[in-house]
């Protein structure tokens, strides 16, 4: 849920901090709650192992959120 209009980054990582996919990078979102789903590829169009991964949601002000998820294939 962004409070204002923002440009937004989301970032999947694994536990070594390598990004895995980039889902959003700077995209202009509007203030309000919204969804986004990953589909377990990585940024070159493969799948992913099943495992721990991180999130992190960024905007010009800086890190918004950040959380782990869990990948099971």
Do not use: C
Not at 16 to 32: D, W, Y
């Amino acid at each position: 849920s962004l409070p204002n209009k923002d440009a937004v980054t989301i970032d999947v990582t694994d536990f070594s901090g390598r990004v895995i996919r980039h889902l959003m990078t700077n995209a202009p979102v509007p203030a309000g709650r919204f969804e986004l789903q990953w589909d377990g590829m990585s940024d070159v169009g493969e799948k992913v192992p099943s495992g721990n991964y991180t999130y992190r949601i960024t905007t010009e002000a800086g890190v918004l959120i950040s959380g782990k998820l869990l990948l099971n294939r």
